[in-house]
């Protein structure tokens, strides 16, 4: 009775958790989307502009709507208006009959260009339309062509003009925006009424001014022309596009926009089209209009909807997909968070609360991001695809990354104890002690730190072990003599051993260590040779191997001679945050990375799986997972036996970061059926094993993302009307995630160790700094087969007059790329949005840094290069669309920042002295 009613507590907290999250998470959805207030409208929509293109239809080239698509769309328009304007014939010989069917009165337009034997073949079917359908109210010889032609489209528009009003007796006229119609007001001569187009989003007007503005064009272009009716032949809001100075094109500013404009009581005295009647897929590759074209419709292209985009009643949804987005995140996201709250009884209620949010926050992302081919259906192109594919892609791995730690976070902080918590054994008596091999392979090493080494072992606290000294093609004599001579010195019980040409690196090296190791040992210890050992090391470990199936007994690295210097200061509290925070986070789970120092290994369980693995430049954590897989125990203890020195410098600290990613993919690659497939790791063991590399996997990826992000700036620059992925919906939470990310490794050093804020800082960099080494590990990991085996340097940096820059060299070269891209976008998109402005005058620039600027609406104000410069970067700056992707490009050059920051603090002189700062040793010691 008793477990059945706690069972069924664990399981009403855990439902109860999973829905408050999923149920919040839909009413933030709707409370962000309630709506503003915005005048209704009841009446008839005056006329649309009709464009009858469907997705992969197209008018440069075909296919052409067929009869039927335009009949279906003329019997959806007709219950919302009475007149439309059309833009071609040619191509679209039914659309006018078809008018006539559905009783429009059309307002018929053609599109005219350079290509004369077109425009011909245009006239002659306008002119017999004209003359034969009683349906046509108008004419309209051409769209916005003296606009984009100048004075040669001018000339030639007036002779069409003229033509065609001598060959029918239909009212004619031509197109064009009002400031066309300002610059040449000759054209009003050869039209029988004024066609006007005004876009107050093209002229950056904000929205709460944008019917106003409407309506300043329209009654300067009646007092401009008397006597001539005035017809706005294109008025409208795209409800998606970049920011156009202080216009912004959204779903709930284009509602506001029709909604006033029509309600306006000066509205029904106009002759107006709406722009326009559907969305048009194929403008997203117009050179002029760019990604706002395709999204002017008041019906969405994809014609299975056959309500308008927003109301024309009530109040205005910001998101008009909003539900859809909510509600699958809900559904989504209930199973794994309430998975998350009944599983993790072991945690406070506050820490499973918290991973479940995480959860349901990285869910909503997901969603969001495979929704934005919705939201922006009318402009995706295979070109978007790839982007949105590569962005979302990122967001998964990014989310994968951020569970992974959410989960190692939330352990650490929330966990009540740890289940697995190993401490120092009392020691056996010393009959007792099983017979231990200790083995310690070097490679060129300087002999003094080694001999300390061998010498901290001859001090060990223990009575039965041998230390074997594998020296593994050292070719100076200079370096192995020293051993040698010093193991002599030491007894029978140090054995010294110079190989010669031998194979299989440092795994090479131990492999010969246990063909040599005395019958009697029962335990093989493994120690780097720079590591001074506490006496205490073997008697306070060994009897953990009293348990049988014990195969690994692990101690942490740490490092000694670390104070004084900043660079060795970031390298000893980087080291030490995996080893008081992510090994306790696996040994929970028996997933312990097994680390070639301090290491014990039971003898009989290192021959079962065939020793050391000279196939992998990464052979301990390789051997501790085939030791795993076997079914044995692993067992860290958080207790500092030996302490050892830090790499040198930030080169070598690179190559040994290289080292560990290139041997962890060939881990991966080899391990990954059993990882999979059928083995006996269990369900945590392979989860620990398959994300445990998530992050060093996300830096090779980030470093594909910097090289894209480049790339896709470049098309910015040079196409920038093609180039423009619509990124604010999945930039915000992807800044946000590396946000959260960037907080979580200092609040975990301040949880479990008593480390200053300065060293969190430091370690920080220092880890997010060796990413592109990292980075560089993992793909030569995935593409090469083997890998050549480092020693990291501990004693020496590199000299000469490139020192400094070698290192880094193409961590700078990204920078400067990335730095370059972030400059020429601002500078590019400000003098776009300057475009305004015309430079007429160059003066004396050196003695007077001064030049004429001259104003569209004239006027010369001479301005600074300085003031020049501030105002190209406001402008720059002024389009979130263009401030997201620069925030975007100045994420990617954090690490390679980093990098440079390392390789400066490698140089910092060490101080002479320093107060003596107490061992970092774990808190999660003395946790409860």
């Not at 920038?720 to 604010?728: A, D, Q, R, V, Y």
């Amino acid at each position: 009775m008793k477990n059945a009613a706690s069972f069924s507590l664990r399981l009403a907290v855990a439902l109860a958790i999973a829905l408050a999250i999923a149920l919040t998470q839909y009413m933030l959805w709707r409370h962000f989307n309630l709506g503003i207030k915005s005048a209704d409208v009841s009446l008839s929509i005056k006329g649309f502009s009709y464009n009858g293109y469907r997705h992969g239809e197209n008018p440069n080239g075909g296919p052409h709507p067929s009869a039927q698509e335009i009949d279906e769309d003329f019997a959806l328009l007709r219950t919302r208006t009475d007149s439309i304007r059309t833009y071609g014939i040619v191509d679209l010989p039914d659309m006018l009959p078809l008018a006539g069917k559905h009783d429009f009165q059309a307002t018929a337009g053609i599109w005219i260009d350079d290509n004369d034997e077109r425009n011909r073949r245009e006239i002659e079917q306008l002119v017999e339309a004209a003359n034969s359908m009683r349906q046509l109210e108008r004419l309209i010889v051409g769209n916005e062509y003296i606009w984009r032609g100048g004075e040669r489209a001018l000339a030639r528009t007036i002779a069409y003009l003229d033509e065609i009003r001598g060959r029918t007796n239909k009212p004619v006229s031509t197109a064009e925006q009002w400031h066309v119609w300002e610059k040449y007001p000759e054209l009003a001569n050869h039209v029988d009424f004024i066609t006007v187009h005004i876009f107050p989003y093209h002229n950056g007007v904000p929205i709460d001014q944008a019917v106003k503005e409407v309506f300043t064009r329209y009654h300067a272009m009646v007092k401009l022309f008397p006597g001539k009716k005035v017809v706005i032949g294109e008025i409208g809001w795209p409800s998606m596009g970049p920011r156009q100075g202080a216009a912004v094109a959204s779903p709930k500013n284009q509602a506001r926009f029709v909604r006033a404009f029509l309600a306006d009581p000066e509205t029904p005295t106009l002759d107006y089209f709406l722009m326009e009647a559907f969305d048009q897929p194929w403008k997203v590759s117009s050179e002029v209009e760019g990604w706002a074209g395709p999204h002017w419709g008041m019906y969405y292209a994809d014609r299975d909807r056959k309500e308008p985009k927003f109301s024309f009643e009530g109040p205005v949804e910001a998101d008009p997909f909003w539900r859809e987005k909510a509600i699958p995140s809900s559904i989504a996201a209930f199973p794994p968070m309430f998975l998350v709250a009944f599983l993790l009884m072991g945690w406070s209620v506050g820490g499973r609360v918290f991973l479940a949010v995480l959860i349901q926050l990285c869910v909503t992302t997901l969603v969001v991001g495979i929704n934005v081919p919705v939201v922006y259906d009318s402009s995706f192109t295979p070109r978007d695809w790839y982007g949105l594919t590569a962005i979302i892609a990122a967001t998964c791995l990014t989310v994968a990354v951020l569970l992974a730690h959410g989960f190692e976070f939330g352990e650490v902080l929330f966990k009540r104890r740890w289940q697995r918590r190993f401490m120092p054994l009392p020691p056996h008596a010393a009959s007792e002690q099983p017979f231990v091999s200790i083995h310690l392979a070097c490679y060129n090493e300087p002999p003094e730190m080694v001999i300390a080494t061998i010498d901290s072992l001859a001090a060990l606290d223990y009575a039965n072990f041998e230390v074997l000294i594998l020296d593994n093609n050292t070719r100076d004599e200079r370096l192995w003599r020293p051993l040698e001579k010093r193991c002599a010195e030491l007894g029978p019980r140090f054995r010294f051993f110079h190989l010669m040409n031998w194979p299989g690196f440092k795994a090479g090296a131990l492999n010969y260590g246990l063909k040599v190791t005395d019958p009697r040992a029962e335990v093989v210890g493994v120690v780097d040779a720079d590591y001074v050992v506490d006496p205490r090391w073997l008697a306070s470990l060994v009897p953990h191997f009293d348990k049988g199936d014990v195969a690994v007994v692990q101690a942490p690295q740490a490092h000694r001679d670390w104070e004084a210097q900043p660079f060795r200061r970031m390298c000893n509290w980087e080291f030490d945050g995996f080893f008081r925070i992510g090994m306790h986070h696996r040994n929970e789970r028996n997933a312990l990375i097994q680390h070639g120092t301090m290491t014990l290994v039971r003898r009989l369980a290192l021959e079962e799986v065939g020793g050391w693995s000279e196939w992998c430049i990464c052979e301990d954590t390789e051997l501790g997972l085939r030791l795993i897989e076997k079914g044995y125990d692993t067992r860290y203890v958080d207790h500092i036996f030996g302490r050892g020195l830090t790499p040198s410098d930030f080169a070598a600290i690179k190559s040994q970061r290289f080292r560990w990613a290139f041997g962890a993919i060939q881990i991966l690659k080899a391990h990954l059926p059993k990882m999979l497939g059928k083995s006996t790791l269990n369900l945590a063991q392979r989860y620990h094993f398959l994300t445990g590399w998530f992050a060093w996997i996300a830096d090779a990826m980030q470093l594909v993302f910097a090289f894209g992000s480049i790339f896709w700036t470049i098309g910015i620059l040079h196409y920038p009307k093609i180039f423009s992925l619509p990124i604010t919906t999945l930039a915000w939470p992807i800044l946000g995630f590396m946000a959260f990310k960037a907080v979580l490794g200092p609040v975990l050093y301040r949880r479990t160790m008593a480390c200053p804020w300065r060293d969190i800082l430091g370690a920080s960099i220092l880890s997010v700094g060796l990413a592109h080494a990292i980075a560089r590990g993992v793909f030569a990991g995935l593409f090469k087969k083997k890998g050549v085996f480092v020693v990291t340097p501990k004693g020496w940096k590199a000299k000469g007059a490139f020192a400094f820059l070698g290192p880094i060299r193409e961590e700078l070269g990204m920078l400067i790329a990335l730095v370059l891209a972030i400059m020429a976008l601002v500078w590019t998109r400000g003098m776009a949005e300057l475009s305004s402005v015309e430079v007429i005058a160059w003066t004396d620039i050196v003695s007077q840094g001064v030049i004429g600027v001259q104003a569209l609406g004239g006027g010369t104000e001479p301005l600074t290069w300085t003031e020049i410069v501030a105002k190209v970067i406001t402008k720059g700056l002024a389009d979130i669309e263009t401030r997201l992707w620069i925030g975007i490009l100045a994420l990617q050059c954090i690490p390679y920042t980093a990098s440079v920051a390392c390789q400066i603090a490698t140089y910092v002189p060490e101080r002479r002295a320093v107060a003596p700062l107490s061992k970092p040793e774990s808190r999660l010691l003395a946790a409860p």
